[in-house]
């Protein structure tokens, strides 16, 4: 393809991407005033809506910061990023600085104001590595050099987000970081070892360590033996999926929201919008996080230097893989996981830290068309060899069409 083509598909991708993720923040409002307004007084009124809009406004001036910072300044401040992420983890589990909600030391409050540190960290792990991996690609096949800090980096943040405890979003850093890790070049001998030598430690741990998740293990496997206990969240959900039929029972009508499902407008939201507009609405929130899904790694295909590669490949790994456990969750084919749904569900860290994601994969792909507008339009860009494929090769080749 040409720069100019080249150009062009970066426009499409940047465009086709900001547009799904409007339309998916817009629904998102409509669904947290509709899941929320049976839970608030009428003096409260329109509370959790106007709050959503205040967090959407603050997630908005997030993704513009990092659509406008050159990307490639993540690099020089690698090492700043990696410490204010893993101090943000350990800050958390401190008493007086991290509140306790619901058994899990996950939050700080400021006032009204609750920020949940691995939403932000997850960010934060995607700068680190993306601008560490890119410094060290020709030191990744090492086992030593380049391998083992990138990925004591990501054990680190693991068990501190483990320990607060939240197992779920501890999985999704330990899946997206090891994707990079491995995505930079990694050796795939050294990826078994990893794998082989941390993967019985923690089952072993959360066997006997973390009895409630059994417990939802064994509810996921036989629902209807707990529906009054640890299945009990995943059987409203599919009784208010149920109720939706084909086209849904009706913006607003939703019965299961009326105190029978639990978390409606935050990690069930999806559930309501089930009922209340049907599998067609649900298929169409799924066909919107695919496309998503695509233009991101439009975006990581495009890339000219492996920094570029592997931000936009882990925000969208982090959207992505998210939006599918918490989509798994609420239709039964996963056990039950705390995990909010990307750009619907009701709360400022989950909005504002993937709006910041959004915002990086928008920088790549406006920093690529930048360079390559620079470049004779007759000219041919060359794509990622299959070679050197998934480890980016910085600035492929531009050669005469």
Not at 48 to 70: N, S
Not at 163 to 188: C, H, T
Request: hydrophobic share 55%; charged share 10%.
């Amino acid at each position: 393809m040409s720069a100019a083509e080249v150009v062009k598909d970066l426009r499409s991708a940047r465009n086709v991407l900001l547009a799904a993720v409007g339309l998916l923040a817009v629904l998102g409002l409509i669904m947290v005033y509709s899941a929320s307004w049976a839970r608030v007084s009428d003096a409260a009124g329109n509370y959790y809506l106007f709050r959503q809009m205040t967090w959407l406004a603050a997630a908005a001036v997030a993704a513009l910061f990092f659509w406008m910072v050159d990307y490639r300044v993540w690099v020089r401040l690698r090492y700043p990023v990696m410490f204010c992420t893993l101090l943000l983890l350990a800050a958390v589990l401190m008493p007086g600085v991290g509140s306790r909600i619901n058994g899990a030391r996950r939050w700080f409050r400021l006032g009204t104001i609750g920020i949940q540190a691995s939403e932000f960290a997850r960010v934060g792990m995607v700068v680190f590595l993306a601008g560490f991996l890119s410094t060290r690609k020709d030191k990744i096949t090492s086992f030593w050099r380049g391998f083992l800090p990138a990925v004591v980096f990501v054990g680190a943040g693991f068990v501190l987000i483990a320990a607060e405890p939240d197992i779920g979003m501890a999985l999704l850093w330990a899946v997206v970081g090891g994707s990079l890790v491995f995505a930079a070049g990694s050796r795939i001998s050294h990826v078994f070892l990893m794998t082989a030598l941390a993967v019985p430690p923690f089952l072993f741990v959360v066997a006997t360590r973390f009895g409630y998740i059994m417990a939802r293990v064994q509810a996921y496997l036989n629902p209807a033996a707990e529906a009054t206990g640890k299945g009990y969240q995943a059987m409203q959900s599919m009784i208010a999926l149920g109720r939706g039929g084909l086209f849904g029972v009706g913006l607003g009508e939703s019965v299961q929201k009326m105190f029978f499902l639990p978390e409606p407008h935050t990690d069930f939201i999806l559930a309501v919008l089930g009922e209340e507009l049907g599998f067609v609405g649900v298929l169409l929130v799924i066909f919107a996080f695919v496309v998503i899904a695509y233009q991101g790694l439009r975006i990581t295909f495009w890339a000219r230097d492996t920094v570029g590669h592997l931000l936009a490949l882990g925000a969208t790994l982090l959207v992505s893989v998210q939006a599918a456990v918490n989509i798994g969750v609420v239709t039964g084919a996963l056990p039950t996981k705390g995990m909010a749904l990307p750009f619907l569900s009701y709360g400022g860290s989950n909005l504002v830290s993937t709006f910041a994601l959004v915002g990086l994969l928008a920088g790549v792909a406006r920093r690529t068309a930048a360079e390559l507008r620079s470049l004779a339009p007759t000219r041919t860009f060359t794509v990622v060899p299959t070679e050197c494929w998934p480890a980016p090769c910085d600035l492929p080749d531009v050669s005469e069409a």
